[in-house]
Nanobody
Framework: VQLQASGGGLVQAGGSLRLSCAAS????????LGWFRQAPGKDREFVAA????????YYANSVKGRFAISRDNAKNTVYLQMNSLKPEDTAVYYC????????????????????WGQGTQVTVSS
């Protein structure tokens, strides 16, 4: 699976952005998908994940209620809708794919993911 993230940019605090991650390859629909982010000088951290079918999602506490992850298997694309953005959301955002069986739990550790996109910068100004 090859992943290409897009949709980042500069936004004021309180604003919204929608990230997209387009995938090529036949294993997209057989993968749980996740978004991670990495701010300068910090470790990469989990943001959100969605199951193969799209029926299950999981969020980091820091974004719960503000961000929403979704996927469109027909378009091989995963999305991250980000609302009520805060300066502390500033980071490079990465999409990732975890080849998993249908009943596998959603993962929050970066090393558990098999494929990664190149990242897209999100900057939130105060």
């Amino acid at each position: 699976v090859q992943l290409q993230a897009s949709g980042g940019g500069l936004v004021q605090a309180g604003g919204s952005l929608r990230l997209s991650c387009a995938a090529s390859g036949r294993t997209f629909s057989y993968s749980h998908l996740g978004w991670f982010r990495q701010a300068p000088g910090k470790d990469r951290e989990f943001v959100a994940a969605v199951s193969r079918s799209g029926s299950s999602t999981y969020y980091a506490n820091s974004v719960k209620g503000r961000f929403a992850i979704s996927r469109d298997n027909a378009k091989n694309t995963v999305y991250l809708q980000m609302n009520s953005l805060k300066p502390e959301d500033t980071a490079v955002y990465y999409c990732a794919a975890d080849r998993a069986i249908l009943t596998a739990p959603l993962r929050t550790v970066a090393s558990d993911y098999d494929y990664w996109g190149q990242g897209t910068q999100v900057t939130v100004s105060s």
